[in-house]
């Protein structure tokens, strides 16, 4: 077809380890280092293990709908992939657009964390510093600004050279971020007290319910695997496999950290730290050296997390414009690097601008990216179950056990998990800023859906978008004339 020979795919350059590395590393980021001693404090102990506990089991059923629609449809473009297939044009633009917010927020929060990072290493670079402005209590200086735009510009640049270069930084950086945490955890859990670990809950099902908020954008990444499937050369099976061990490494990682955190250091200096796992390895090893380390690790993850987002925001976006969803521009991938150049500018601009927000920004985007997240999720639960019914005989390299039970439970606790960031939570929800962010990137993507459908675009039949989205998996049935 016409379709399918304009119709632009990636170069098959991933092996089962650079697909490991990209999976690990794009769950395990920056967000431990600063966050884990602060789940401790809202959870205790107990209740930090638990909510993540409940977090996994979450993500292992809303995982199984990602690791079998994977392999049965291996298309760039994930929920949008799925949904389409599922609902159509409405539903499959909404998840798409639900998911690149996410990927979106946390690629946003990885500028500051990185600023944040290198400010620990050297902090002779903001001692003494004129502070240039002030946001939500944090001075932001310029030292730290640049430091943190040349981390995000690093970032653009290596995902602008491609797949190739990217995945031997990404495999560099998760080894390094292997490292460091393991060292803290045992630093932490043999040269600790286990009285620093008391109590073991904190502040009852409040706390864990404010853990469970962050929980999700902790485990983001494991999503990427399907946007990356064009460019794996390994069996496709293994994709699926890939999804369901990201989250169970991903949960164990999280767990691990938390011991070491809470064993590591009493509460008043948890509390205290301003990096808290680096402050924490440094206190129970009894040298900064350690501390240093940790970041250096942390920096690893930063930079796994970091590639894995933009790499799933810039390829749903080309997805979507592959699908003509989205203007042609974001559908276009470089000559000589094989990346969707254009999609990176956008996702690069915002994430440059993000960085002028300050360090308070983190939590506002990690808390906005969960809700992104899990709304995307939901709508990858409703597709696994829909096409459990509509495809019942389309091969499927990796399948999910229970059945429909699996796909029940993914829908139920994906939309329980959405309801966490509602006012109705005993957490509260989601605070004005994250708010606004979410009103901010639904609003863009009503005028963008609007000014497609308004263009030459709308003349596109299900037939071309079918082919353009779906390459040889295409529905031949669907694809008949009528």
Known sequence: MSQQNERQTFAKT???????????????????????GGWVSSAGTVGAILAFVIAAIIMSFIGMAFAELC?????????????????????????????????????????????????????VLTENANVLYSIEGYDVTLPWLIVALIGTVFTIVCNWL????????????????????????????????????????????????????AAPAMFVGFDVIPQTIEDMKIPIKQAGSMVMLAIILGAVWYILMILGSSFGAPAEFRDAASIPVA???????????????????????????????????????????????????????????NSPTAALIIVGALGLASIFLGKNALGWFV???????????????????????????????????????????????????????????????????EWMMVGVWTVLGIILAIAVRNSEYSHVTSQEREALIYGEYARPEYLEEK
């Not at 909404?94 to 917010?101: G, K, L, N, V």
């Not at 439970?409 to 509260?428: D, E, H, K, R, V």
């Open 279 to 337: 402050d924490i390895a440094s206190y129970c090893m009894g040298s900064k050296i350690f501390g240093t380390f940790v970041i250096i690790a942390g920096l690893g993850g930063i930079i796994t997390s970091w590639n894995a987002m933009y790499i799933g925001a810039t390829k749903i976006m080309f997805a979507m414009a592959r699908a003509k969803m989205l203007p042609p521009v974001f559908g276009r991938l470089h000559p000589k690097y």
């Open 162 to 213: 491609g797949m190739k270069f990217a995945k031997v930084v990404n495999t560099t950086a998760a080894i390094l971020l292997v490292l460091g945490g393991l060292i803290f955890f045992f630093g932490g859990v043999t040269l600790g007290d286990m009285a620093n670990a008391i109590p073991a809950f904190q502040d009852g099902f409040n706390g864990i319910f404010v853990v469970l908020m």
């Open 71 to 123: 392999p049965m449809i291996p298309q760039t473009g994930g929920v949008l992939v799925f949904s389409y297939r599922a609902g159509g044009y409405k539903f499959g633009w909404f998840a798409a657009w639900a998911m690149a917010f996410a990927y979106v927020a946390v690629a946003c929060w990885e500028g500051p964390a990185f600023g944040t990072a290198v400010e620990y290493l050297f902090p």
């Open 367 to 433: 808390d906005a990216s969960s809700f992104g997240v899990v709304v995307a999720y939901l709508c990858a639960a409703i597709s696994f179950y829909i096409l459990k019914d509509k495809e019942p005989d389309t091969e499927r390299p990796w399948k999910a056990p229970g059945g429909k039970f699996t796909a029940v439970m993914a829908i139920i606790l994906s939309f329980l998990f959405c309801l966490i960031y509602t006012p109705i939570s005993p957490s509260g929800g989601l605070g004005h800023m």
């Open 14 to 36: 991933l092996g089962r380890g650079d697909v490991w590395a990209f999976a690990f590393g794009s769950v395990v980021g920056w967000g431990w280092v600063m966050l884990a």
